[in-house]
């Protein structure tokens, strides 16, 4: 199976350039061959979104139901695949006819690991988009500035 890998890095108004700018200056919108499923089907899109709490992540992926997916948090890299199969028979007096479907990807996105509170990720399935939630750690969200008394 192909492994495409993306970073999430926090976001910092001082450092560019942004995460937005690697995501779409990387290989990820490089569409050769490296960014296929094994079948020559497209990755299904993703958008990434960053609030002050989390990161949220939606893939596209219609016509699947949750049970196809299958999502892991490991060494800070949190991994999303999918695979389905489907075979259809019909028969009728002279002929048989057989259809089989096989579709299958794997998406990983490297996390750093003390931005996201591992424990409290979750995901849901709905209207055909993944949405996967990575709560930050308290110390990783923004803080408001801090005002200096001068004495």
Do not use: C
């Not at 199976?1 to 690697?22: C, G, I, Y």
């Not at 991994?79 to 259809?88: A, F, G, L, N, Y």
């Amino acid at each position: 199976m192909e492994d495409l890998v993306m970073t999430l890095a926090k976001r910092s108004e001082n450092v560019l350039p942004s995460f937005f700018d690697r995501f779409f200056n990387s290989d990820l919108m490089d569409w050769n061959l490296n960014n296929f499923s094994d079948v020559n089907t497209t990755l299904p899109a993703v958008n990434v979104k960053e609030t002050d709490d989390d990161y949220i992540l939606e893939v596209a992926a219609p016509g699947m139901s949750k049970k196809d997916f299958k999502i892991n948090f490991q060494n800070n890299v949190l991994t999303i695949s999918s695979e389905k199969q489907q075979e259809k028979k019909e028969k009728e007096d002279n002929y048989t006819r057989r259809e089989f479907s096989y579709q299958s990807f794997q998406r990983s996105f490297t996390v750093p690991h003390h931005d996201v509170d591992s424990d409290k990720i979750s995901a849901a399935y709905g209207d055909g988009i993944l949405s996967v939630k990575l709560p930050k750690r308290e110390e990783a969200k923004p803080k408001p500035a801090k005002e200096i008394k001068i004495s």
